[in-house]
């Protein structure tokens, strides 16, 4: 069985810190990884996508990539109020590229 | 670019009641959608993956014949729940992607279905 984790948290940081999200998959042939936020009572949107190993930087948000560790991040920079919210890790599934596992998301809170 | 529009966003009926809901991706073609359970407090579940002009490809445990399944044209798919019960309340949200299958999927508003 495929797996994607995530510690459910809730995790919380003072606005203006930095947030970090782990994400680890058990498939070691995946090879495309994304990171979506999830509102309460809505849709997930997508923040990023990562497919190699490293960092890929999107305004406030970074991804981090290490397939050797099967293991993929997300940090927010100068956290705000409005980041509070579920963020799910998404990992192709390798065997079938059609599909996406999602991880159970971890909730976060941004104190004001 | 790359919106995906679902009707309708909230249902409340009785039970015993068949709903249908709609996706479309309005700015591009999707030959694939991807249709999606979401209860309380927990992750997405993939219910199913639909292929325009075949049939749709179910997970396990997802009754097909209770859950509908067709994507007649390339921008739109439909879920149908019929004879639908109060266990079938839930968020139901549908996905299509843009390209090739390592690009991201983008999801509608979703559909909280309510049974009575």
């Known amino acids: 069985q495929k797996e994607v984790e995530q510690n459910s948290g809730p995790l919380s940081v003072p606005e203006g810190a930095i947030a970090s999200l782990n994400c680890t998959y058990s498939?070691?042939?995946?090879?495309?990884f994304f990171w979506y936020r999830q509102y309460s009572g809505k849709s997930p949107e997508l923040i990023m996508s990562i497919y190699s190993n490293g960092d890929k930087e999107d305004g406030r948000f970074t991804a981090q990539l290490n397939k050797a560790s099967q293991y993929v991040s997300l940090l927010i920079r100068d956290s705000q109020p409005s980041d509070s919210a579920t963020y799910l890790c998404?990992?192709?599934?390798?065997?079938?590229?059609?599909?996406?596992?999602f991880g159970p998301g971890t909730s976060l809170s941004v104190i004001p | 670019g790359a919106v995906v529009s679902q009707h309708p966003s909230r249902v409340i009926c009785k039970s015993g009641t068949s709903v249908k809901i709609e996706c479309r991706s309005l700015?591009?073609?999707?030959?694939?959608m991807f249709w999606y359970r979401q209860f309380p407090k927990q992750s997405l579940m993939l219910m199913a993956t639909?292929?325009?002009?075949?049939?749709?490809?179910?997970e396990q445990g997802v009754e097909k014949d209770k859950f509908l399944i067709n994507h007649a044209s390339l921008t739109l798919s439909t879920l149908t729940v019929t004879s639908a019960h109060p266990e079938d309340s839930s968020f139901y949200i549908c996905s299509a992607r843009v390209g090739g299958d390592n690009q991201p999927q983008h999801f509608g508003d979703g559909t909280r279905l309510s049974i009575l």
């Open positions: 998404a990992v192709n599934t390798g065997t079938s590229y059609d599909k996406v596992i």
């Open positions: 498939d070691r042939v995946s090879q495309s």
């Open positions: 639909s292929n325009e002009g075949s049939k749709a490809t179910y």
């Open positions: 700015d591009f073609q999707a030959t694939t």
